[in-house]
């Protein structure tokens, strides 16, 4: 139905061109007026509003008030070609309140005709039907030729029919039909035929038919398109609803033909909708269905900010002279708040960064404090060790008993110190990992690794690098006191920037239940970002999963 709204659009447009004395200048606003009311490619519309944008802003630094009004009807044209509602509806009221600031006359009483009946349309589009009503009737009050009340009430009408009123719709339209015939105007008389055929079609009265048919006839006649392809739905809903699908689909086709000719993407796309809908299929059917309800939907949701109104009447009557000041103060206002944005969001960038640096730096503390105690255990305990067992094996009274007892802690001693020792990141890692490992290979233990030598291991920073060694240590130190195992396996992969790493045992396994020591890897491998997960159950072996 908007299609015949948009083309009061384009005759109320066409008194654009007539209020500027330099020919040149009515030339071009012309040409990007045919442009922005007959746009014949997607890019038509969007050159239009550039032309008549700036148009607009040399008339306003001018301070020339009727052509500053004259570009905002178009732009507000253009923004609703675009489906821009809001800023169609903004561009409205900017031009009303110019036009509120001038003396009335013929000029303004014209312009406000179009205007409030522009947001009319907005309204209905949006199907705030109560609004559109109440515009389209302002628009009458300003409404002095008989040719605009007749379309006007026609968009009226319009509105009945969306929301199912038929009776009411067919009232309007017969007193517009014979209004129409005395004005001798063949577009809007067969506009309003057509309608008038179609909600006697749709309440069933004698003669609907061939309004309809006399309709298409005469648009046919005058080459008008558009009402060409109205009058090619209305017929193929006529026949829908009679359920002869055959002329159905005729019409149907018809009507995707005429679309393409237009070559308007959106009367494609309803043609397209009606031979979908002539389609029996149960679930074609509930996909029409389910996408009409959908796209109303989103578009209520998308055209909510129009339905947010202006108090016209009670706005202050600005100068031209204030209309450019109000233009600057919201371009400074704009600038401030994008500099508090811009400060708000480096404000909350720096306090990640500084958190994350904080967090790093904890967990190379702790690595630091490790590492210290490792060599006081070394230093200090383990050398004491040794040199009292070196007294012992030298003294004729040792008992060996005591020897093996302090032989058993030294090696003790000397574990919990090789296993917090500083790690040497920037050696060659592989190798590192590797020397790991076959630490703990021995003839009872077979250790397998798998593709270690294919990862990247430069792309991880010392801190990663050092977590995970320690996690893998921590493993294979379980595997050695806890799971005896007689196999262990290791497997690497790498997937762009992540890193896996698969251990298995088959060893007896446990009840997962995390001790101190699975804690402690899983904990470090959550301070640096990665997952870690554990499969085991009693001789059933023990599985983990590392990803940073």
């Given at each position: 139905?908007?299609?015949?709204?948009?083309?009061?659009?384009?005759?109320?447009?066409?008194?654009?061109?007539?209020?500027?004395?330099?020919?040149?200048?009515?030339?071009?606003?012309?040409?990007?007026?045919?442009?922005?009311?007959?746009?014949?490619?997607?890019?038509?519309?969007?050159?239009?509003?550039?032309?008549?944008?700036?148009?607009?802003?040399?008339?306003?630094?001018?301070?020339?008030?009727?052509?500053?009004?004259?570009?905002?009807?178009?732009?507000?044209?253009?923004?609703?070609?675009?489906?821009?509602?809001?800023?169609?509806?903004?561009?409205?009221?900017?031009?009303?309140?110019?036009?509120?600031?001038?003396?009335?006359?013929?000029?303004?009483?014209?312009s406000k005709v179009g205007l409030y009946n522009e947001l009319g349309g907005i309204n209905r589009e949006s199907t705030n039907y109560i609004d559109a009503l109440k515009y389209y009737d302002k628009a009458l009050n300003f409404a002095t030729s008989r040719?605009?009340?007749?379309?006007?009430?026609?968009?009226?009408?319009?509105?009945?029919?969306?929301?199912?009123?038929?009776?009411?719709?067919?009232?309007?339209?017969?007193?517009?039909?014979?209004?129409?015939?005395?004005?001798?105007?063949?577009?809007?008389?067969?506009?309003?035929?057509?309608?008038?055929?179609y909600v006697q079609s749709k309440l069933k009265r004698e003669g609907a038919l061939e309004k309809l048919v006399k309709a298409l006839k005469l648009k046919t006649t005058i080459d008008y398109r558009i009402g060409k392809y109205i009058n090619y739905k209305y017929l193929f809903e006529h026949y829908k609803d009679l359920q002869d699908n055959t002329k159905a689909l005729f019409y149907a086709n018809k009507g995707y033909e005429c679309a393409k000719t237009i070559k308007s993407a959106s009367l494609i796309e309803d043609a397209l909708s009606n031979l979908v809908a002539l389609n029996i299929d149960p679930h074609i059917i509930e996909y029409k269905t389910l996408k009409d309800s959908t796209q109303k939907a989103r578009q209520i949701a998308e055209n909510k900010y129009a339905h947010a109104k202006f108090n016209y009447l009670k706005q202050e009557k600005l100068a031209i002279q204030h209309q450019l000041q109000k233009e600057q103060e919201k371009a400074k206002r704009i600038k401030y708040q994008y500099a508090g944005l811009s400060v708000l969001l480096f404000s909350i960038f720096l306090f990640f960064i500084l958190k994350a640096r904080h967090k790093k730096d904890k967990i190379q503390q702790v690595y630091n404090t490790e590492t210290r105690i490792s060599k006081k255990v070394h230093d200090e305990v383990a050398n004491d060790i040794h040199n009292v067992m070196t007294k012992l094996e030298s003294s004729p009274e040792f008992k060996e008993e005591l020897l093996d007892d302090l032989e058993s802690i030294y090696n003790r001693t000397r574990d919990i110190s090789k296993e917090n020792s500083t790690i040497d990141t920037d050696a060659n890692y592989t190798d590192l990992l590797k020397d790991l490992v076959l630490s703990y290979k021995n003839d009872s233990v077979t250790i397998i690794t798998k593709d270690i030598s294919k990862i990247h291991w430069e792309s991880l920073d010392n801190l990663k690098k050092t977590t995970l060694y320690r996690v893998l240590q921590e493993l294979m130190v379980n595997m050695k006191k806890h799971s005896q195992a007689s196999l262990v396996a290791l497997s690497f992969s790498q997937t762009k920037h992540k890193i896996s790493i698969s251990y298995s045992d088959n060893g007896v396994g446990t009840h997962l239940k995390k001790s101190t020591g699975l804690l402690n890897v899983e904990n470090r491998i959550k301070s640096i970002n990665g997952t870690i997960t554990f499969e085991s159950s009693i001789n059933k072996g023990f599985k983990v999963k590392i990803t940073v």
């Amino acid at each position: 139905m908007k299609y015949q709204y948009l083309s009061f659009l384009f005759f109320l447009s066409l008194s654009y061109c007539f209020c500027l004395n330099n020919r040149q200048e009515q030339d071009s606003l012309a040409y990007y007026s045919k442009l922005a009311n007959a746009p014949k490619t997607p890019s038509s519309l969007a050159k239009a509003y550039v032309f008549f944008n700036k148009k607009k802003e040399e008339s306003l630094l001018s301070k020339d008030t009727v052509s500053t009004i004259n570009h905002l009807r178009q732009i507000a044209i253009i923004q609703y070609k675009l489906g821009d509602y809001y800023g169609s509806e903004t561009s409205v009221v900017k031009a009303i309140s110019l036009l509120d600031a001038l003396k009335k006359n013929e000029f303004t009483s014209e312009s406000k005709v179009g205007l409030y009946n522009e947001l009319g349309g907005i309204n209905r589009e949006s199907t705030n039907y109560i609004d559109a009503l109440k515009y389209y009737d302002k628009a009458l009050n300003f409404a002095t030729s008989r040719l605009h009340i007749n379309i006007i009430n026609n968009n009226k009408a319009l509105i009945h029919i969306e929301q199912k009123n038929y009776v009411l719709a067919e009232s309007q339209l017969k007193k517009i039909y014979e209004n129409s015939l005395k004005i001798g105007d063949s577009i809007q008389i067969s506009r309003v035929l057509g309608n008038l055929g179609y909600v006697q079609s749709k309440l069933k009265r004698e003669g609907a038919l061939e309004k309809l048919v006399k309709a298409l006839k005469l648009k046919t006649t005058i080459d008008y398109r558009i009402g060409k392809y109205i009058n090619y739905k209305y017929l193929f809903e006529h026949y829908k609803d009679l359920q002869d699908n055959t002329k159905a689909l005729f019409y149907a086709n018809k009507g995707y033909e005429c679309a393409k000719t237009i070559k308007s993407a959106s009367l494609i796309e309803d043609a397209l909708s009606n031979l979908v809908a002539l389609n029996i299929d149960p679930h074609i059917i509930e996909y029409k269905t389910l996408k009409d309800s959908t796209q109303k939907a989103r578009q209520i949701a998308e055209n909510k900010y129009a339905h947010a109104k202006f108090n016209y009447l009670k706005q202050e009557k600005l100068a031209i002279q204030h209309q450019l000041q109000k233009e600057q103060e919201k371009a400074k206002r704009i600038k401030y708040q994008y500099a508090g944005l811009s400060v708000l969001l480096f404000s909350i960038f720096l306090f990640f960064i500084l958190k994350a640096r904080h967090k790093k730096d904890k967990i190379q503390q702790v690595y630091n404090t490790e590492t210290r105690i490792s060599k006081k255990v070394h230093d200090e305990v383990a050398n004491d060790i040794h040199n009292v067992m070196t007294k012992l094996e030298s003294s004729p009274e040792f008992k060996e008993e005591l020897l093996d007892d302090l032989e058993s802690i030294y090696n003790r001693t000397r574990d919990i110190s090789k296993e917090n020792s500083t790690i040497d990141t920037d050696a060659n890692y592989t190798d590192l990992l590797k020397d790991l490992v076959l630490s703990y290979k021995n003839d009872s233990v077979t250790i397998i690794t798998k593709d270690i030598s294919k990862i990247h291991w430069e792309s991880l920073d010392n801190l990663k690098k050092t977590t995970l060694y320690r996690v893998l240590q921590e493993l294979m130190v379980n595997m050695k006191k806890h799971s005896q195992a007689s196999l262990v396996a290791l497997s690497f992969s790498q997937t762009k920037h992540k890193i896996s790493i698969s251990y298995s045992d088959n060893g007896v396994g446990t009840h997962l239940k995390k001790s101190t020591g699975l804690l402690n890897v899983e904990n470090r491998i959550k301070s640096i970002n990665g997952t870690i997960t554990f499969e085991s159950s009693i001789n059933k072996g023990f599985k983990v999963k590392i990803t940073v």
